[in-house]
Every structure is written in C-alpha cells, then in structure tokens.
T-cell receptor, first 112, second 115 residues
Framework: DAKTTQPNSMESNEEEPVHLPCNHS???????IHWYRQLPSQGPEYVIH???SNVNNRMASLAIAEDRKSSTLILHRATLRDAAVYYC?????????????FGTGTRLTIIP | DAMVIQNPRYQVTQFGKPVTLSCSQT?????MYWYQQKSSQAPKLLFH???????NEADTPDNFQSRRPNTSFCFLDIRSPGLGDAAMYLC??????????????FGQGTRLTVV
C-alpha cells in the first residue's frame, strides 16, 4: 500500500491561512488523494479529495503537485473549530482493493 | 440525521468474553469498513466489505471477525478480547471508489473497554 508522510503537528493563528503538507512519493496512477479530519471524540470527517487537478470546496482547497508525489491542504481562514488531526490518505480505486488506509496525521492547533 | 450509526457508543466487556459491535447505514453504500483506533494513534483498517466480498488486512488478528448480513448492517465480532483490544472501533461506508471516487462517512465509534 502506498504511504503518506505528514508533520506530526502544526500551529496556526486564528483567521490566518493554513497549509498542511503531505508527501506520497509511492502514489500509483489509480490512487486518489483524500483528506479527512478528526475532532476529539468524534469519527473522522471528509474534507476534500482529488486525483490530478487542484480542487476547491466549501471547507478547503487541495493543491496537488504536477508529479502527484505531494499535496497541500489549504484552509483559507482558520477558526478555532478547525483544530483537529488532519489525515492525508491515499484511496486506492483498484478493483477489489478499494480502501482508505490512514497515515499518522497532523495535529493542528489554532492559536486565538 | 446520522447516516452511519454505531451501537453501542460505549461497551465494557470482560477479558476473554466474546463481544459484538454493530454498525448500520442509511446510505446504501457498497463498501463498509471497520477500523481500530487506539489512543493518540491513527485509525487502523481491520477489514472491509465490497458488497458481500470480504477483504481482510494481512495483519488483522484472527480474534477479529466480521459479518455483513445485508447492505445496511455490518458487525464486528471479537472472539476473545484481550486488554490490548481496548480501543475505539470505527465503522465507515462509501460508494465504490472506482465508479466515482467519493467520500467515506464515519460513525461516531464504539469505545471498547476490556476489564
């Protein structure tokens, strides 16, 4: 299974943009890049995903490197509610092997 | 409205006594997953179903079994829980990625305590 590498922790000031990096140098052509976050005592929740092109949604933006070996999750204006563990995950779409395997994640702390 | 429901939220079981955790979904998704999450660790995939096809992770202990009687329900059976099996167990569902790679929905989890 392809693996992801993320910093263990990051801090950001409230109302400032946050860039969360992820390396996935062994990504295969059929792997999608997913981001989930987990707030304390809750199950993970979907943030965003993409294959090759940059993606935007109401929660965040995902910037994918041209060679797909890295990506960056961008929170445009962090709030205290964004404090969570953020997981970068490669979702295999190979037939019969579709699954999400979590990496170690980045614990994001928002400073008021 | 909750779309992936796990029962119970908290479960206490005795060492060695079989325990079953349940998960139901209202999304009609093909794929259902079971994850184990220990304190301060990332969720670890135990197994997943693609429809009725069962896919076991290579390092999932034999002590863990699963059943999926229909699309909506999935069960995690721990045959002889040990102290090391105390964890949060997370159920998730998704559509088949290869058709339209999409998000997974997680339940709130069941926190298992072994005494």
């Amino acid at each position: 299974d392809a693996k992801t590498t993320q910093p263990n922790s990051m801090e950001s000031n409230e109302e400032e943009p946050v860039h969360l990096p992820c390396n996935h140098s062994t990504i295969s052509g059929t792997d999608y890049i997913h981001w989930y976050r987990q707030l304390p005592s809750q199950g993970p929740e979907y943030v965003i995903h993409g294959l090759t092109s940059n993606v935007n949604n109401r929660m965040a933006s995902l910037a994918i490197a041209e060679d797909r070996k890295s990506s960056t999750l961008i929170l445009h204006r962090a709030t205290l509610r964004d404090a969570a563990v953020y997981y970068c995950i490669l979702g295999s779409s190979d037939f019969g092997n579709e699954k999400l395997t979590f990496g170690t994640g980045t614990r994001l702390t928002i400073i008021p | 409205d909750a779309m992936v429901i796990q029962n119970p939220r908290y479960q206490v079981t005795q060492f060695g006594k079989p325990v079953t955790l349940s998960c139901s979904q209202t999304l009609n998704h093909n794929v259902m997953y079971w994850y184990q999450q220990k304190s301060s660790q990332a969720p670890k995939l135990l197994f997943h179903y693609y429809d009725k096809d069962f896919n076991n992770e290579a390092d999932t202990p034999d002590n863990f079994q699963s059943r999926r009687p229909n699309t909506s329900f999935c069960f995690l059976d721990i045959r002889s829980p040990g102290l090391g099996d105390a964890a949060m167990y997370l159920c998730a569902t998704s559509r088949a990625f290869r058709r339209s790679n999409t998000e997974a929905f997680f339940g709130q989890g069941t926190r298992l305590t072994v005494v």
